[in-house]
Antibody, heavy 119, light 111 residues
Framework: EVQLVQSGAEVKKPGESLTISCTISGYTFTGYWIGWVRQVPGKGLEWLGFIYPLDSNTRYSPSFQGRVTLSVDKSINSAFLHWSRLKASDTAMYFC????????????WGQGTLVNVSS | QFVLTQPPSVSGAPGQRVTISCTGSSSNIGAGYDVHWYQHAPGTPPKLLIYGNNHRPSGVPDRFSGSKSGTSASLAITGLQAEDEADYYCQSYDRNLSGSIFGGGTKLTAL
């Protein structure tokens, strides 16, 4: 069974750093892209970017380039989303998902990680 | 300001047919990239309804169907049920952005 399990909710202050994780099971980690999507409360879905675990080929949405960093650790079948300096506007639910290619559909999703950035 | 344009809301009576449009451009849908559709309740992961323009994943009722023509795509829901109330999003790839994009989302209300 394909599963993507994300790390738990986080409460942070503006300016702090944060890394959230997405650990997969039930398929070959290096065979599919991992995408990251967020939903700000009351708003729609937004792409942050995606990464191919085999070679760490990464594509960022122009809106998030330079704001977040995607990475993977193949030894533990995990993908990561990192912020070096959080802003209050980063408060959102973040989802990881599996896709077969950069133009593919997101068939499997993590349960979501709620990030709350507040002073 | 979304690259893929959806109506903010649609509604229908139980049992009726509703459609949700997704209008793109020559750099995404019109360039031949597939359109995918999701059903989403806030706080939960989106659920894939349609992939590759008109294919249903296992377990998705055949009340849901997708189509694509030119620079637009549509999701149709027949036999509308109260449980269909949710937000619906289209997704495609844009070659100018070199990345995937979502539509702005459509809130479906069952009257």
């Amino acid at each position: 069974e394909v599963q993507l399990v994300q790390s738990g909710a986080e409460v942070k202050k503006p300016g702090e750093s944060l890394t959230i994780s997405c650990t997969i099971s039930g398929y070959t980690f290096t065979g599919y892209w991992i995408g990251w999507v967020r939903q700000v409360p009351g708003k729609g879905l937004e792409w942050l970017g995606f990464i191919y675990p085999l070679d760490s080929n990464t594509r960022y949405s122009p809106s998030f380039q330079g704001r977040v960093t995607l990475s993977v650790d193949k030894s533990i079948n995990s993908a990561f989303l990192h912020w070096s300096r959080l802003k209050a506007s980063d408060t959102a639910m973040y989802f990881c998902a599996r896709l077969p290619g950069v133009a593919g559909a997101l068939h499997y999703w993590g349960q979501g990680t709620l990030v709350n950035v507040s002073s | 300001q979304f690259v893929l344009t959806q109506p903010p809301s649609v509604s229908g009576a139980p049992g009726q047919r509703v459609t949700i449009s997704c209008t793109g451009s020559s750099s995404n849908i019109g360039a031949g990239y597939d359109v995918h559709w999701y059903q989403h309740a806030p706080g939960t992961p989106p659920k894939l309804l349609i992939y590759g323009n008109n294919h249903r994943p296992s377990g998705v009722p055949d009340r849901f169907s997708g189509s694509k023509s030119g620079t637009s795509a549509s999701l149709a829901i027949t036999g509308l049920q109260a449980e269909d109330e949710a937000d619906y999003y289209c997704q495609s790839y844009d070659r100018n952005l070199s990345g995937s994009i979502f539509g702005g989302g459509t809130k479906l209300t069952a009257l």
